[in-house]
């Protein structure tokens, strides 16, 4: 099993920025993919940004690319989600995910951590 626990989301203007992180614990040496997801009110989950973990390839969705950047600390079991040039269109719950060697989805789920910009 693993846990996920975000932090770091709130409010801010459009143009604003925030740094999500997400603490993993339990059996981490089984995950092979983490990846940060939003959901909007009435709008289906999005998948914004992933990362391959042990090659540290990342990916990000249209709608982020060149604003959001991934990163992980290996060393302290983190990720991280960088927010630069927010946009009202990001405000959403934000929620990190991990995904297990061989596992066809992802199985490994945090609480999410509200983000909200304002115009």
């Not at 973990?53 to 060393?75: C, E, L, M, N, P």
């Not at 927010?86 to 719950?93: G, I, Q, R, S, V």
């Not at 297990?100 to 609480?111: L, P, V």
């Amino acid at each position: 099993q693993v846990q996920l626990a975000e932090s770091g989301g709130g409010s801010v203007q459009t143009g604003g920025s925030l740094r999500l992180s997400c603490a993993a614990s339990g059996n981490t040496d089984s995950v092979s993919f983490m990846g940060w997801f939003r959901q909007a009110p009435g709008k289906e989950r999005e998948r914004g940004a992933s990362i391959y973990t042990g090659a540290g390839i990342t990916f990000y969705a249209d709608s982020v690319k060149g604003r959001f950047t991934i990163s992980q600390d290996s060393a302290k079991n983190t990720l991280y989600l960088e927010m630069n040039s927010l946009k009202p269109e990001d405000t959403a719950m934000y929620y990190c995910a991990a995904r297990a060697s061989g596992a066809k989805e992802y199985n490994y789920w945090g609480q999410g951590t509200q983000v909200t910009v304002s115009s």
